[in-house]
């Protein structure tokens, strides 16, 4: 339960015991004021349940309306979070992703894909599993292979595995490339009391944080490849350009052999060159 279901249980059943001794006093009959002070206590339950449930979609709707305010930025998918302060939507079509935090005050920012950097599930503060920008890190891939393979880069990325058995909160973290807001995060659970992971209150936030971090996954590869792309179509016109002429451009020449490193580890990564083309490169690169 969070803070305000669990304040609200603990009142209930105070307020429940006070009535049947207050019911007792006045009846003179345990029983009778048993039953009575059981259908009131429902009554009330009910009535506490039902008002919650109007705050949460009241919550949700201000929210989402904050959400439809926001122009040039067509829904395609959107999420708030367990404590109804924070809302994440996509916008597939223009290919921007959308941020409302309404913690101190309501703060709007959209983004395009390319400013998203990692996304991160943790739970309990500890990370689960993150997915990384790689050419946003280019100089740690190339400082990986040059001390020892790739191996040692991608352990570097890796996220610590989270051994508890017992959960309170699972937290999506969402890093972005904006000096004012650079994290943003996303509750998907939030307990006082720690739940077990065959909990089906754990199990279906897992799921939903799983489904919000994939598909955040899958917009820092678009935006990577589409960065990877965009450099290996530079590198191809530099090189074409430079085995045309005697002289290289300025362009070229002002290009430093650290830059030309990472394009060309980016190109390893990527697939589109052997380690084989990787090492000759380098080494002509290196040999200038």
């Known amino acids: 339960m969070s803070d305000t279901d669990d304040k609200t249980f603990l009142l209930g059943c105070m307020g429940s015991i006070a009535l049947f001794i207050l019911l007792w006093m006045i009846t003179g009959n345990p029983i009778l004021a048993f039953f009575i002070g059981l259908g009131t206590s429902g009554v009330t339950l009910w009535y506490a349940k039902r ?7 009241n919550a949700d709707k201000q ?21 109804k302060k924070s809302l994440i939507a996509v ?42 920008r790689t ?18 880069a991608v352990g570097a990325l890796s996220a610590n595995k989270s051994t508890k058995s017992e959960i309170k909160a699972i937290t999506l973290q969402i890093t972005v490339n904006d000096t004012r807001n650079p994290v943003y995060y996303i509750k998907f659970l939030y307990v006082v009391e720690a739940i077990r992971k065959n909990n089906p209150e754990y199990q ?32 191809v016109s530099a090189v074409a350009s430079n085995t045309s002429r005697e002289e290289p451009p300025a362009s070229i020449a002002s290009t430093s052999v650290a830059d030309e490193l990472v394009k060309l580890a980016d190109l390893l990564k990527q697939g589109l060159i052997t380690s ?13």
């Open 63 to 83: 929210l989402y309306d904050y959400l439809h305010d926001v122009k040039d930025f067509k829904v395609s998918d959107y999420h708030i979070s367990k404590d």
């Open 204 to 235: 279906y936030a897992i799921k939903q944080a799983n489904h919000w971090h994939g598909l955040i996954s899958v917009l820092i590869r678009r935006a990577d490849a589409d960065t990877q792309e965009t450099k290996q179509q530079e590198l």
């Open 51 to 57: 008002k919650k449930t109007e705050q949460n979609y």
């Open 135 to 152: 050419s946003q890190l280019g100089g740690i891939i190339l400082g990986g292979m040059v001390a020892g393979g790739a191996g040692a």
């Open 91 to 132: 916008d597939e079509s223009s290919q921007k992703v959308c941020f409302i935090d309404n913690n101190h005050g309501v703060a709007k920012r959209v983004y395009s894909y390319k400013d998203l950097i990692t996304s991160e599930i943790a739970e309990d503060g500890e990370a689960v599993t993150t997915t990384s």
């Open 276 to 288: 084989e083309e990787f090492s000759e490169m380098m080494k002509k690169l290196i040999s200038q």
